[in-house]
């Protein structure tokens, strides 16, 4: 099994294409209706991008906290077996 370190770009983009709609919806609701629906849609992707960036900055930080420790242990392991 393939041990992953960090998810990178594909999974920025897959989690923005998920929250792009979301967005949209909530930028139709929250705004006035003299706003030009090009300002929306724009406003709402980018908030869509801020969202999959910490999204995908949690995920990574998550994924390099697990990948310290299960090294950290393993160099325990190894300590403990050059002991004996």
Do not use: D
Not at 2 to 10: A, C, M, N, Q
């Amino acid at each position: 099994m393939k041990k992953i370190e960090s998810l990178g770009w594909g999974f920025f983009l897959i989690v923005w294409a998920l929250t792009a709609p979301l967005c949209i919806f909530a930028t139709w609701q929250y705004t006035y209706e003299f706003v030009e629906p090009q300002v929306r849609v724009v406003s709402a992707l980018f908030m869509a991008a801020g969202l999959a960036a910490v999204i995908a900055w949690a995920a990574n930080a998550f994924l390099q906290l697990r990948h310290e420790r299960q090294r950290e242990a393993n160099q325990k392991k190894v300590k403990t077996s050059r002991k004996k």
